[in-house]
């Protein structure tokens, strides 16, 4: 089975930063993209940043500029390092893999909080 677990959320000042972590168990060859994805209140959930075991990065547009995802070479984790957060960066962050360079995979985490505010 694969697992996910998300750490570093929290709450943070507007303009401040949060590095996020999330470490993934079960079959590597579900491994080739990690992403992240969040969901704000009273919106659906949004792709944030995607990372594949190639080296290709990819990014929204709400947060391109300020966020940056990178993968550890030695294990199954992403990470995402969050700088010059707002208001609007509120919400659930989920770690996500199994999928590819533009589509989600199925596997889920159970969310961390990440909440900017002042």
């Known amino acids: 089975q694969v697992q996910l677990v998300e750490s570093g959320g929290g709450l943070v000042q507007p303009g401040g930063s949060l590095n996020l972590s999330c470490t993934a168990t079960g079959s590597v060859l579900d491994f080739y993209a990690m992403a992240w994805y969040r969901r704000a209140p009273g919106k659906s959930r949004e792709f944030v940043a995607r990372a594949t075991s190639g080296g290709t990065r990819d990014y929204s547009d709400s947060v391109k500029d300020r966020f940056t995802i990178s993968r550890d070479g030695n294990k199954n984790t992403v990470y995402l390092q969050m700088n010059s957060l707002k208001s609007e960066d509120t919400a659930v962050y989920y770690c996500?893999?199994?999928?590819?360079?533009?589509?989600?995979?199925?596997?889920w985490g159970p969310g961390t909080q990440v909440t900017v505010s002042s």
């Open positions: 996500n893999v199994g999928g590819g360079t533009s589509f989600a995979g199925k596997y």
